[in-house]
Nanobody, 124 residues
Framework: VQLQASGGGLVQAGGSLRLSCAAS??????????MGWSRQAPGKEREFVAVIKRGGGSEYYADSVKGRFTITRDNAKNMVYLQMDSLKPEDTAVYYCAADQVQHNIVVVTPDCWGQGTLVTVSS
């Protein structure tokens, strides 16, 4: 399974960004893999952000982003998205797409598959 993330950039506090992640590979199916996002700020450990169950319909968020970020997926396109609103400077990090057949592994930041990361910078 390969994951390709995109959509990062520079935005002012209070602004919005939408991250995208494309999954591919012979063994990947949107109905067998949960997908999610983690992030890593400079000097900090990677932390969980959001996960959506295989096939969609159920999402789970870190408390720090709940109510501001929304994760969705397009099963037909093997895509997952992270809509980030009301961004804060503390959201600045490299964001990584993740996939795993076990949703919990994404939550504890030990998924089978990672994307390459996309940088989000929020200026104050």
């Amino acid at each position: 399974v390969q994951l390709q993330a995109s959509g990062g950039g520079l935005v002012q506090a209070g602004g919005s960004l939408r991250l995208s992640c494309a999954a591919s590979g012979r063994t990947f199916s949107s109905y067998t893999y949960a997908m999610g996002w983690s992030r890593q700020a400079p000097g900090k450990e990677r932390e969980f952000v959001a996960v959506i169950k295989r096939g969609g319909g159920s999402e789970y968020y870190a408390d720090s982003v709940k109510g501001r970020f929304t994760i969705t997926r397009d099963n037909a396109k093997n895509m997952v998205y992270l809509q980030m609103d009301s961004l804060k400077p503390e959201d600045t990090a490299v964001y990584y797409c993740a996939a795993d057949q076990v949703q919990h592994n994404i939550v504890v930041v030990t998924p089978d598959c990672w994307g390459q990361g996309t940088l989000v910078t929020v200026s104050s």
